[in-house]
């Protein structure tokens, strides 16, 4: 069971690929207050010597990361998601400054949602696959000739804008503050009976359009505020056409 205290968000790295920024990144989280840290299929493996060894105070930090095979495990329980990065995508989401993300963080976690930043490999970043699971990109304004982030510079950024946000938050309206949202594990389960049962009707054609048909998918369910009964009504929905269907 996760005993994170949800009033501040979790900074998951996904599929990082050196234990030493892992260890740096550790370092520049506790800097600012954060210290949940979530590791997506680490490449060498979990725990890391290098890691602990550049923590260097910040051991704790590691001591009680969460580790998962997938990012949808890594978010499963988040109402809300961010993905870090700094080039330009075609999916279709909101897109945040460091300082903008973290104040509309704070918000959300005072509404009492459980908020995620999600920091890419180092190689490379984040996928369109991984990004289409986040509600939300954060770009940092960077000189656009030399666009490259170090994972940790990265993390010590948003940790930086949390400590300044994270006390001057817009105040959240009250009803909104008591609205069951749901988390990232039922709008994944939705997301997975839409697409089994589009699937099944041959929704995805041609097949060489199949996978960024169903990228585009996701991108729509993560972009949509959906409250629990939100997604019960639209597995009700999906569940009546398909009989409907069937009786035809």
Not at 118 to 140: K, M, Q, T, Y
Not at 197 to 221: C, I, Q
């Amino acid at each position: 069971m996760n005993t994170e205290n949800p009033n501040q968000p979790a900074i998951v790295l996904v599929r990082p690929q050196m234990g030493e920024n892992i260890g740096a990144a550790a370092r520049a989280m506790l800097n600012f207050g954060l210290d949940h840290m979530r590791i997506v299929a680490p490449r060498d493996g979990w725990p890391n010597p290098a890691a602990v060894a550049m923590a260097s105070g910040a051991g704790r930090v590691l001591d009680t990361a969460l580790l998962s095979e997938d990012l949808a495990g890594a978010v499963g329980d988040c109402g809300f998601v961010f993905a870090t990065t700094a080039r330009g995508r075609d999916l279709a989401k909101p897109i945040y400054t460091p300082e903008a993300a973290m104040a509309l963080a704070a918000e959300k976690i005072a509404a009492g949602q459980r908020v995620a930043v999600l920091f890419g490999p180092e190689r490379a970043g984040l996928e369109n696959d991984d990004i289409s699971r986040a509600n939300a990109i954060i770009s940092v304004p960077v000189n656009p000739s030399f666009a490259s982030l170090n994972l940790a510079q990265c993390v010590l950024l948003m940790g930086y804008e949390w400590m300044r946000q994270s006390t001057d938050a817009t105040p959240v309206r009250e009803e909104l503050a008591g609205t069951n949202w749901a988390d990232g594990s039922e709008v994944e389960h939705l997301a997975r009976h839409f697409e089994e049962r589009l699937e099944e009707a041959g929704f995805f054609y041609p097949d060489h359009k199949a996978t960024s048909m169903k990228v585009n998918l996701r991108n729509m369910w993560s972009r949509l505020p959906l409250t629990r009964a939100d997604v019960q009504m639209l597995h009700g929905t999906l569940r009546q056409m398909v009989r409907w269907a069937g009786r035809g």
